[in-house]
């Protein structure tokens, strides 16, 4: 168990985790920090111990500015489908860093890892593709611990990064992480910086027992009201 300074040191990192997209520094990715964070990521929990991720880690700037098109593409085709105020509100969001940041790191999800008894994917196929998702947590909670940046770049089809990276065709790209050392952290995330949404307090989110119940939550949970208590 950690003592309280560890414990505070811990809640500290995982609430000052950001999107990075504005603040890398161009910096070169120290190589044995870079081992640590993807080792972090390799070490999360998954369905039947299947470990069904890859990381691939891109450097190659041309392959990171043809990623940049498409992803200027998609960006293009989503601010049309906006109404008219929003689409100027996102004009002002930046959604990547891809030639910005280090590296690219790309994590993919091999569903025919393990195969074909997977324990645990029995019922929930899917647990395979959450598995991933906590590997891709770990390593941005690692990167923030490092003073690394991170940003999931969401704007892109599968099937044209599968083909970009050479991806075998049964193997989903899940992630574009751009990673790299930034010159600072926000400490309002940019959606929130921009007006695009805002974080929203948890007690709406907390249910009892039955989702339609929250009833004598008071009981179960004592939230804190101000910061972080021990």
Known sequence: MLDDLELKVFYNTLFS????????????????????????AH????????????FVLVTDPDI??????????EREAYEASLEQDRAENF?????????????????????????????????????GLYSVCLAIENLWLAATAE?????WVSFYREEFLGELLGIPKHVRPIAWLCV??????????????????????????LRHNRYESQSDLDQVVYLPKDGFDL
């Open 17 to 40: 985790r950001r999107d990075v997209r504005s603040q890398f520094s161009g910096e070169e990715m120290d190589k044995k920090v870079l081992g640590r964070i993807l080792l972090a």
């Open 180 to 205: 790299g050392p930034v010159t600072h952290f926000e400490k309002v995330p940019d959606l929130e910086r921009f007006s695009w949404q805002s974080r929203r307090p948890i007690e709406p989110f």
């Open 64 to 73: 990171r500015s043809r990623f940049k098109d498409h992803v200027y593409k």
């Open 147 to 151: 003073g690394i940046g991170v940003g």
């Open 91 to 127: 004009k002002r969001i930046k959604i990547e860093g891809i030639m910005e940041s280090s590296l690219g790191v790309v994590v993919t999800y091999d569903p025919h890892r393990g195969a074909p008894s997977v324990l645990g994917r029995h019922a929930i196929d899917d647990a």
């Open 43 to 54: 070490s999360a929990p998954s369905v039947g111990m299947s470990q069904p991720w890859d």
